[in-house]
């Protein structure tokens, strides 16, 4: 499955973004979807994951009750609603697909990767 993220953007602390994540090649709805981020000399971090269906999601605890991850099947594409944007959110953000919904949050059990998109948000 291709991967493409987008949605990226500078702005202010407080701002809102949504981040989409399009999917081509297999049939969507078989996998797990997560978004992870990398700020400049840092490791990649895990933010959401949501299972096969939309029914269950995962955050990080560094987001929770900020960001919302959905999907919609029918337009193969999973959005990460990201609300009151702190400047250490600032990084690139990346969406990446896995079969099972299982240890979403470990970054090396992801078997497909988008190119990313940035998040820059200012004080």
């Known amino acids: 499955v291709q991967l493409q993220a987008s949605g990226g953007g500078l702005v202010q602390a407080g701002a809102s973004l949504r981040l989409s994540c399009a999917a081509s090649g297999r049939t969507f709805s078989d996998y797990v979807i997560g978004w992870f981020r990398q700020a400049p000399g840092k490791e990649r971090e895990y933010v959401a994951a949501?299972?096969?269906?939309?029914?269950?999601?995962y955050y990080a605890d560094s987001v929770k009750g900020r960001f919302t991850i959905s999907r919609d099947n029918a337009k193969n594409t999973v959005y990460l609603q990201m609300n009151s944007l702190k400047p250490e959110d600032t990084a690139v953000y990346y969406c990446?697909?896995?079969?099972?919904?299982?240890?979403?949050?470990?970054?090396?059990?992801?078997?497909?990767w988008g190119q990313g998109t940035q998040v820059t948000v200012s004080s």
């Open positions: 949501i299972n096969r269906s939309g029914g269950a999601t």
């Open positions: 990446a697909a896995k079969g099972r919904f299982q240890s979403v949050s470990d970054h090396l059990g992801y078997d497909y």
